[in-house]
C-alpha cells in the first residue's frame, strides 16, 4: 500500500532547523564543558564522576551508529529477515564486555585499552602497537561514519554539497573534542541516544497504529511483499524467510564473531568505562547500555520490517535507496516536520559516534604514544598530554576529512565498518583477554598477537570480495572467522616461546587489582 | 605523568604501607572469589556463545525449518532471534546479582587487609 503521491523530496527547513538546534545544543555543552574541564583526569576520563545510567546512555550513543539505525532499517526494509541477524549481533556482543573486559579494564586501566596490556608487560613495544591498532580500528570506523554523513547531509538537505557536509561534521566533532573533551563527547553521545530512542518508538508506534497495534496483523503482511527485481519482474516474498540477500551461512558466522568479539575490543567503547567512578558501576553501565542498545534494535523490527509492509521495496528504491528508508518511512508516517526529526537523530548519530572515535584516537595516541612510547611514562610538562591530545584530535579530524572527500560519496563503505570489528576483535580481544587471565602472557605475545590480529584481518579484507569482486582469493566477506583464531594463536605461541619472569611476578598484583579494585584510579572530587 | 595525582576521596590511612599483593592473592577467601568468578563466568560465556552462533547456523543450513511459521505468521528464525535479545539480558542480570555477592567478598578481603 505505497502511498500515491510522493511529497517533494528534500528542500525541508525543518530538518535544517532541526539539524542547527542540535548543532548549538552540542555546541553549549562544548562550552559549558571546556569552562568546567581542567586536568588530564578531567579531559581524558570526565573526572570519573559519570554515573552508570549516563554512561549507559552515553556508551549506546557512542556504539549505535548510522550504519545500524539508516543501514539495518534499509536492509530489513529491501531484503527482510537478513538484515535483522545485525540487530541481534549488536546486543549479544555486550555480554562479552560485561562478563570479560568493563571490570578489570577500569579496575586496572587508567585511560586506555593499552593500559591493561602494559600493566605486567614491556610498556613501550605494547603500548605503540596497541595505540597503532587503536588508530587503525578508529580511523577505519571513522571514515565510514564520515562518508556515510556526507552522503547523508546530501539527502537530506539537497542543497549541501557532499564536501561541504563532510568538512562540516569533521569541523564539529573536532570542536567538540578539542574543547570539551570527554565530558562534552559524554554528554553529546548521551542527548544522541536519548533523541534515537525517542525517534525510533515514536516511528515503532506510527507504525504499528497502521496495524491497529495487533503483531499478528503486522506479521501477516510482512508474508507478502511485493518488489521489482532488476529485470523487470515482479516478485511476492515473505520477508520473514532467512537467505533473501546472504547465501552463504559461513558469512554470517564470520560477521557474527566479527560483531560479538569484536565489540569488546573497540577502543571508543572501552575508553567510556574509565568515565565512570568504579567497576561497579562500569557494570551497572553496561547493563543500563544493554537495555537501551537492546530495545532499540528489537524497534528495527518495526521500522525495518515496517517500511517493507508500508512503502514496499520499490519506493524505498525510487526514494533514496537503503539508507533512506527510516527517513521516508517517517515521512510518510509522520509528515515533513518528523521527517525532519528523524533526520536530525540521523546526524546526531553520527556526530555521537564520530566524536566518540576521535577521542579514542588521541587519547590512545597522547597517553600511549607520546607520553609513554616517546617519554617513557616520566614525568613531563603538565599539561602537555592534554596538549599532545587536542593537537592528534585536530589532525584526525583533517585526515579523515580529506580521506572522507578523496573516497567521494559513491565509495562502499560497508567494509570499513567490519574492517573495524575485525581488527577489534583479531587484535584487540586475544591479547586483553590473555593479559586479564593467563599468567605466563608474555610480552612477546602480545606483540605478535596485535601484529598478527591486525595484519591478518587488513589483508584478508584487501582479498575479500567487498575489495576483489566474485573472483576473491578468500570468499568470506567479514574475516573474523580466520583471523580472530590467528590473532589468538599468534599470542599463545609467541607467549609459549617466551619467558617473562617480570610479568609473571606482576600477576598477583594485577589479579588483585583487577578483581578488588584496590589501587585503581578515583574519581576527581568535585 | 603531566597530571597532578588526583586527591583520593577515600585515603587510607597515611601511615598505611604499599599493599602487598601477593599477600592478598595468596589469602584463601580471595583464592575462593576468584574461582567464584571463574565458576560464573566461563559457563556463562559458553551458554551466550553457544546459543548466539545457533541462530546462524540453524538459519544458514535449515532455512526450511526456520521459515515454519510458529506464532501467527512469525517463523521460527524471528522468534529464535528475537529470544536472542532475552538471552542477554537475562544473563546480564544474573551477572549483576551474582557480582554484587563477589563485591561483598572482595570489600571482606580487603578490610582483612585493612584496606
Known amino acids: ?48 564522576r559519570i554515573t552508570g545510567w549516563q554512561n549507559g546512555l552515553a556508551v549506546a550513543g557512542d556504539y549505535m551508529s548510522a550504519a545500524s539505525f539508516l543501514g539495518i532499517a534499509g536492509m530489513i526494509a529491501l531484503n527482510g529477515y537478513d538484515g535483522f541477524m545485525y540487530s541481534v549481533g549488536f546486543l549479544v556482543a555486550y555480554l562479552t564486555v560485561l562478563f570479560i573486559v568493563a571490570e578489570p579494564l577500569r579496575n586496572a586501566g587508567k585511560y586506555t585499552m593499552a593500559d591493561v596490556l602494559a600493566y605486567r608487560l614491556k610498556p613501550r613495544p605494547v603500548r605503540a602497537l596497541a595505540s597503532l591498532s587503536t588508530l587503525t580500528v578508529s580511523l577505519f570506523y571513522m571514515i565510514a561514519q564520515m562518508v556515510g554523513a556526507g552522503t547523508l547531509v546530501r539527502q537530506l538537505l539537497p542543497g549541501v554539497p557532499y564536501q561541504i557536509a563532510v568538512i562540516g561534521v569533521g569541523i564539529l566533532m573536532v570542536v567538540y573534542v578539542v574543547f570539551g573533551g570527554m565530558l562534552a563527547t559524554t554528554w553529546v553521545q548521551i542527548i544522541k541516544a536519548i533523541l534515537l530512542m525517542t525517534g525510533s518508538i515514536f516511528l515503532s508506534v506510527l507504525v504499528m497504529q497502521k496495524f491497529n497495534f495487533s503483531f499478528s496483523e503486522f506479521f501477516q503482511a510482512l508474508t507478502a511483499i511485493s518488489s521489482t527485481l532488476p529485470d523487470g519482474t515482479t516478485v511476492t516474498r515473505n520477508f520473514l524467510t532467512p537467505g533473501l540477500i546472504f547465501k552463504n551461512p559461513w558469512d554470517q558466522i564470520s560477521l557474527g564473531m566479527a560483531l560479538v568479539f569484536g565489540t569488546a575490543g573497540l577502543p571508543h567503547i572501552l575508553i567510556r568505562f574509565y568515565t565512570v567512578p568504579d567497576a561497579k558501576t562500569a557494570r551497572a553501565s553496561v547493563v543500563w547500555a544493554m537495555v537501551i542498545i537492546g530495545l532499540f534494535y528489537i524497534m528495527t523490527t518495526f521500522f525495518g520490517f515496517g517500511a517493507a509492509a508500508l512503502l514496499g521495496p520499490d519506493y524505498i528504491g525510487q526514494h533514496g535507496g537503503t539508507n533512506m528508508a527510516a527517513p521516508e518511512l517517517a515521512r510518510v508516517l509522520g509528515g515533513e516536520i518528523f521527517f525532519a526529526f528523524i533526520s536530525a537523530v540521523a546526524f546526531a548519530t553520527i556526530l555521537a559516534v564520530v566524536a566518540g572515535l576521535t577521542i579514542s584516537a588521541s587519547t590512545s595516541f597522547a597517553h600511549d604514544f607520546f607520553t609513554n612510547v616517546i617519554h617513557h611514562g616520566k614525568p613531563h610538562r603538565p599539561g602537555e598530554e592534554v596538549t599532545v591530545a587536542r593537537i592528534t584530535a585536530f589532525v584526525v ?121 584496590l589501587g585503581s584510579e578515583k574519581a576527581s572530587p568535585h | 605523568m603531566a597530571s597532578s595525582p588526583e586527591p583520593d576521596p577515600h585515603p587510607n590511612p597515611p601511615d598505611s604501607p604499599a599493599p602487598d599483593w601477593s599477600a592478598i592473592e595468596a589469602d584463601p577467601d580471595f583464592r575462593a572469589l576468584l574461582k567464584a568468578k571463574l565458576r560464573f563466568i566461563i559457563p556463562a560465556t559458553i551458554i551466550f556463545v553457544v546459543y548466539y552462533f545457533a541462530l546462524p547456523i540453524l538459519v544458514g543450513w535449515f532455512p526450511e525449518m526456520m521459515s515454519k511459521p510458529i506464532l501467527g505468521a512469525a517463523n521460527g528464525a524471528y522468534l529464535f532471534a528475537l529470544s536472542q535479545f532475552f538471552m542477554a539480558w537475562i544473563l546480564a542480570f544474573i551477572y549483576v546479582a551474582a557480582a554484587a555477592g563477589w563485591d561483598k567478598r572482595a570489600a571482606a578481603v580487603l578490610k582483612k587487609f585493612r584496606f
Open chain 1, 1 to 48: 500500500m505505497p502511498p500515491t503521491t510522493p511529497p517533494p523530496a528534500g528542500q525541508s527547513p525543518a530538518a535544517l532547523a532541526m539539524f542547527l538546534a542540535f548543532v548549538a545544543a552540542t555546541l553549549v555543552i562544548t562550552w559549558y564543558s571546556a569552562r568546567k574541564s581542567s586536568g588530564a583526569g578531567a579531559y581524558f576520563a570526565a573526572g570519573r
Open chain 1, 397 to 517: 579530524g583533517a585526515i579523515s576529512i580529506v580521506i572522507a572527500i578523496i573516497l567521494g560519496p559513491e565509495v562502499n563503505v560497508a567494509f570499513l565498518v567490519g574492517l573495524a570489528f575485525a581488527v577489534a576483535a583479531s587484535a584487540n580481544l586475544p591479547v586483553i583477554i590473555f593479559s586479564i587471565f593467563w599468567k605466563r602472557f608474555t610480552t612477546r605475545g602480545a606483540i605478535a598477537g596485535l601484529s598478527v590480529g591486525l595484519v591478518s584481518s587488513i589483508l584478508l579484507i584487501a582479498v575479500s570480495p567487498d575489495f576483489m569482486g566474485p573472483d576473491a582469493w578468500f570468499k568470506l566477506k567479514n574475516p573474523a572467522l580466520v583471523s580472530i583464531p590467528l590473532g589468538f594463536l599468534a599470542a599463545w605461541l609467541a607467549s609459549l616461546t617466551s619467558r617473562e619472569p617480570s610479568a609473571e611476578a606482576m600477576f598477583h598484583e594485577f589479579q588483585v587489582r583487577s578483581v578488588t579494585g
